[in-house]
């Protein structure tokens, strides 16, 4: 029984051996059979026109990457048992990619040069095709490599190639930074040459620069693949990385290697050298000249606001104080600005920029600052229609009351009769009752006197015309003829209404000397000045 089982254990490996060499052999003739076939393809690629190329490109594109994935395939899986048979099939790839390399640089040539004879719309043509082989370029570059290392892992001497191949990725590689060294500079020209053009060369020169982006684009993606390549054999490539960080600027994490990091470093340096020796002495000059236009606008703004000045404060003029501070500051802003800008200007900075920078920055802010702009909206409605003045009393935001002592867009500084200083918004100003005490010259006192109900009302009557007959400072013209009527007959005194007019200034003096002479003379004539009385009843219940 033992012999019957273990002449089955080797029957059964036998079998599956024979099937792994049977799939083995299938896969083989298959790569085979699709490399023969990428031969006929490619002599066919050769041989036809542009067109009709891509079509055959992209066919060779894909059967090659079907073939590199059978045969990396089979590597892994027989090439221990297998490398007798695999050998060749390697060997052959690397054959096939290292002519197409060579078909597709031939390829770019014949194109570039195509294109330098052809017109523009040819022209362009003919450069696309150019620079799509050059990506074709790039596949099959790295599918190279691939192989490489598949033939290394099977024991293949494959190193005279790949020292060969070595030595063409860094040609590429300068070939490329050449290239884009040269692109961008014309990139740059460009742009400076569309500062000082008309609009239709502007639009010209605008079209040029934007093609030659989109090259700089596709160069840049070439190095960067070339360079991936080079790193994965250990050569030198801080120099090129160097050059895609200075022309992208894109922070990647090759650029915190040592070596590109102290490259950059030396590159600015030298460069910020070059440029000191060449550029100090008009950075001096135009510095200077900017100070002088510093210094001068500042004297020139005095002088207008002197002049503004002396020109709104003319009486004829019957402006506001708050009119003419917001003249006079404006004045010397405008010319302020002014001279900044023309100073700006001399430093070679260009203004248009930077005057639609602070046009969206005054947006940014005014969005920010929508209180105070509300407050500067109702400054300038007090500008306007002059509610009040400098030097005004007035009673405002709803019980402030006091003598106007200063005026802004902004705000308005009160200072109360107690001399206390109150800075209070324009908003809340404008959006309430303003009563201007002092806008008229003349104003009436109100004032309220009671006698008892056992005094005799027209020897009050008398007493109390005298008091405002004989002081000075009542108006006693017949357009401010002061009033003394009974007013009222209240609860415990019978009320006189005493009105006599005053001059603006004189109001509290005449309030207070009426007053304290009517306690007098009700004193002197036996006139008595009741206070509130109340009758209070007691019954006793037995």
Request: glycine share 4%; charged share 25%; proline share 2%.
């Amino acid at each position: 029984m033992r012999k019957y089982l273990i002449f089955f254990a080797l029957f059964f490996v036998s079998s599956l051996t024979n099937a792994n060499s049977d799939a083995f052999e299938q896969a083989l003739a298959e790569i085979n059979v699709q490399q023969q076939n990428m031969v006929v393809e490619h002599n066919k690629l050769i041989t036809t026109a542009d067109e009709e190329r891509l079509y055959f490109e992209d066919v060779l594109s894909r059967q090659n990457k079907q073939v590199r994935d059978k045969v990396t395939l089979l590597v892994n899986t027989y090439g221990d048992d297998h490398e007798t048979e695999l050998g060749p099939v390697l060997m052959e790839q690397v054959k096939y990619l290292e002519t197409a390399i060579k078909t597709t640089k031939a390829e770019i040539n014949r194109l570039l040069d195509a294109a330098e004879q052809a017109a523009d719309a040819k022209k362009i043509e003919l450069s696309n095709y150019a620079y799509e082989n050059m990506i074709t370029l790039d596949q099959h570059y790295f599918a190279l490599a691939d192989t490489f290392t598949l033939c290394e892992k099977m024991n293949l001497d494959v190193s005279s190639s790949v020292s060969k191949f070595k030595r063409a990725l860094v040609s590429r590689a300068d070939m490329l930074s050449n290239m884009l060294r040269f692109y961008h500079k014309r990139e740059n020209d460009l742009q400076d040459r569309m500062l000082v053009t008309t609009d239709e060369e502007k639009a010209e020169l605008t079209k040029t620069a934007r093609q030659l982006a989109e090259v700089s684009k596709l160069l840049v993606a070439n190095l960067e693949n070339t360079v991936l390549l080079l790193d994965r054999y250990k050569l030198d490539t801080a120099e090129y990385k160097q050059l895609i960080f200075s022309i992208t600027g894109e922070i990647t994490v090759d650029v915190l290697n040592f070596n590109v990091v102290s490259g950059l470093a030396t590159q600015w340096l030298t460069s910020f050298k070059e440029w000191a020796l060449v550029e100090t002495p008009t950075l001096i000059m135009r510095l200077l000249l900017f100070v002088a236009i510093i210094i001068g606008t500042r004297s020139v703004s005095k002088l207008v606001k002197r002049a503004v000045k002396k020109s709104v404060s003319r009486p004829s003029m019957k402006l506001s104080k708050l009119m003419q501070e917001f003249f006079i500051g404006l004045s010397g802003k405008i010319t302020f600005v002014l001279g900044l800008l023309i100073a700006i200007s001399q430093l070679g900075i260009n203004l248009g920029p930077l005057l639609a920078g602070f046009g969206v920055a005054g947006i940014v802010i005014g969005l920010a600052l929508q209180d105070t702009l509300s407050n500067f909206a109702s400054g300038m409605m007090i500008l306007i229609y002059r509610p009040f003045d400098v030097g005004d009393f007035v009673d405002v935001a709803g019980g402030v009351r006091g003598k106007v002592s200063h005026m802004s867009l902004v705000s308005t500084t009160i200072k109360t009769f107690d001399h206390q200083r109150l800075i209070i918004p324009n908003n809340k100003i404008w959006g309430d009752t303003i009563n201007n005490i002092s806008a008229e010259n003349y104003r009436r006192v109100d004032m309220l006197f009671g006698i008892g109900y056992g005094d005799d009302i027209r020897k009050a009557e008398q007493v109390l015309q005298d008091i405002l007959e004989t002081h000075p400072l009542v108006l006693k013209d017949k357009d401010h003829e002061y009033v003394i009527k009974v007013h009222a007959l209240g609860e415990s005194s019978v009320d006189f209404a005493v009105r006599p007019w005053v001059e603006n200034a004189d109001y509290w003096t005449v309030y207070w000397d009426v007053t304290r002479a009517v306690k007098l003379r009700f004193d002197e004539e036996g006139i008595s000045i009741p206070f509130p009385q109340r009758d209070v009843h007691i019954y006793q219940h037995g």
